[in-house]
C-alpha cells in the first residue's frame, strides 16, 4: 500500500519559516510527481507546488512562486522538503500527494483530480 506522511507543521509567527516533509513509501518514489497542496478553513484545496520525481523539475503556483520552495527526496530519508517563509494567510493544513499517471503535466500540475495518493495533512498557523 503506497504511503504518504507529511510531518513539521507548527504554530509559527509571521515572517518565519517553516520546514514540512513528506515521507514517501518506496514505491511511491516511482511515482511521476509528488504535489504539495493546502486547505485554509472554508476554502477549496488549493496546489502550490509539483515536482518529478525523477527529473527533479519543479513548478510553483503563481500564489507562491518566489516564496515556497520545494526540494527533491532525499536519499537518507524519502522526504520531499517544503520551506517557506510564513504569513498568517498560509494558515493551512498542507498536504502531500502523488500522482502516477500525468506527473506535473498542466492541467492536471495543480489540480486535486490529478493526484491518486494523499497523505493525512498537517497543520501549520501562523499568528503572532
Known amino acids: 500500500q503506497v504511503q504518504l506522511v507529511e510531518s513539521g507543521g507548527d504554530l509559527v509567527q509571521p515572517g518565519g519559516s517553516l520546514r514540512l516533509s513528506c515521507a514517501a513509501s518506496?514505491?511511491?518514489?516511482?511515482?511521476?510527481?509528488i504535489g504539495w497542496f493546502r486547505q485554509a478553513p472554508g476554502k477549496r484545496r488549493e496546489g502550490l507546488a509539483c515536482?518529478?520525481?525523477?527529473?527533479?523539475?519543479?513548478y510553483y503556483a503563481a500564489s507562491v512562486e518566489g516564496v515556497f520552495t520545494i526540494a527533491g527526496h532525499n536519499d537518507e530519508n524519502t522526504g520531499y522538503r517544503q520551506i517557506n517563509t510564513l504569513k498568517s494567510e498560509d494558515t493551512a493544513v498542507y498536504y502531500c500527494?502523488?500522482?502516477?499517471?500525468?506527473?506535473?503535466?498542466?492541467?492536471?500540475?495543480?489540480?486535486?483530480?490529478?493526484?491518486?495518493?494523499w497523505g493525512q495533512g498537517t497543520q501549520v498557523t501562523v499568528s503572532s
Open positions: 500527494a502523488a500522482n502516477h499517471q500525468t506527473g506535473c503535466l498542466l492541467p492536471e500540475r495543480f489540480s486535486v483530480d490529478g493526484y491518486d495518493t
Open positions: 518506496v514505491v511511491t518514489l516511482d511515482s511521476t510527481a
Open positions: 515536482i518529478n520525481s525523477k527529473a527533479g523539475n519543479t
